[in-house]
């Protein structure tokens, strides 16, 4: 019978992988055949301490801390089994819940019975696990480009955002390295940044542009991070990137105006220096026609306009 189920379960590849890839231990069970073993997935060698040919060699029983409990449990068909303890292959105790669902194959009773470890270590890695996941919640819900990426240079992890700003898949970042999405008249800067990045000095932070893919420039302000082993060993870089694309043009535009305003505030400057010097130009030759002619301007005036008034008078007469 173990035999023609396994056989059965050779023919689906796929099977295979979803079962020996489940997170948690799963057993299958011949009911008929005092709780024996028939098979196991990946999971369950690891809780249990043994290898495959030695786990399916055994009965469900063997495992049980209270054999009788565990029988009178599958006579009574109780689907759900509460907080019990196994043992492993080295005799330790361990907490589990199990789920058990029953199947017939080849008119024989089959139970799938899928165990949760209750162990503080597993408890551990489920905690891990849910803050991992808080965390990727978290920062797929940031506007800030967020990466990280090993000491290579190979991208591990990426943000939604930083997916949509450079508008590549997830699938297609992951695994590739970090400098190809740099300017090259950029990445000796950016080398040297990291390489400058010790367990003492962690962080940097600096502005740099990017050529987007059709050719408009954008400004990412970059803050990086080394993180570190405990024994000072660098694990892996995380930056986050702000888009400070329109307050940096704001910036060059202020810039541009202020300067556009310093130069006509020189050229006003050097107008009025130009008048001051026709003025004192001016007022240096009518000095030098006074002395010369002994009168002042004004008396040069005042006898025009009476040279002026006799001409008209003689012409008068004459007529």
Not at 80 to 95: A, F, H, S
Not at 147 to 175: E, Q, S
Not at 270 to 290: A, F, H, P, R, W
Request: charged share 30%; glycine share 4%; proline share 2%.
């Amino acid at each position: 019978m173990k035999q023609k189920i396994l056989n059965e379960r050779r023919k689906n590849d796929f099977y295979r992988t979803l079962f020996d890839n489940a997170y948690e231990a799963i057993l299958i069970i011949d009911i008929e055949d005092n709780a024996q073993i028939i098979d196991a997935n990946t999971k369950a060698l690891e809780l249990f301490g043994y290898s495959y040919e030695e786990l399916t060699s055994l009965s469900l029983f063997a495992l049980s801390d209270n054999p009788d409990l565990t029988k009178q449990r599958i006579v009574d068909r109780v689907f759900e089994v509460g907080q019990t303890y196994y043992k492993k292959k080295d005799g330790t105790k361990i907490p589990i819940k199990a789920r058990i669902s029953r199947i017939t194959i080849s008119e024989r009773f089959i139970a799938i019975m899928v165990i949760y470890d209750l162990s503080p270590e597993k408890n551990k890695d489920d905690a891990l696990i849910a803050s991992e996941v808080k965390y990727r919640t978290i920062v797929e819900d940031l506007v800030e480009l967020i990466c990280r990426f090993t000491p290579d240079g190979i991208l591990t992890f990426v943000n939604k955002a930083y997916c949509n700003f450079f508008g590549k898949d997830y699938k297609h970042l992951i695994g590739t390295k970090f400098m190809t999405l740099i300017s090259d008249e950029d990445k000796s800067f950016v080398e040297e940044s990291f390489k400058s990045i010790t367990k003492e000095n962690p962080c940097n932070r600096y502005e740099r542009k990017v050529i987007m893919s059709n050719g408009e420039i954008k400004w990412l302000r970059w803050s990086d991070r080394g993180i570190f082993s405990e024994n000072g060993c660098l694990k892996e870089f995380q930056s986050i990137g702000f888009d400070v694309t329109d307050q940096h043009n704001l910036e060059e535009k202020i810039k541009y105006q202020s300067e556009l305003y310093e130069d006509l505030q020189n050229n006003m400057t050097l107008l009025v220096e130009d008048m001051n010097k026709v003025n004192i130009s001016k007022q240096e030759n009518i000095t030098k026609l006074e002395k010369a002619f002994g009168k002042s301007v004004e008396e040069f005036h005042l006898n025009t306009i009476k040279t002026e008034a006799v001409l008209v008078k003689s012409v008068e007469d004459f007529h």
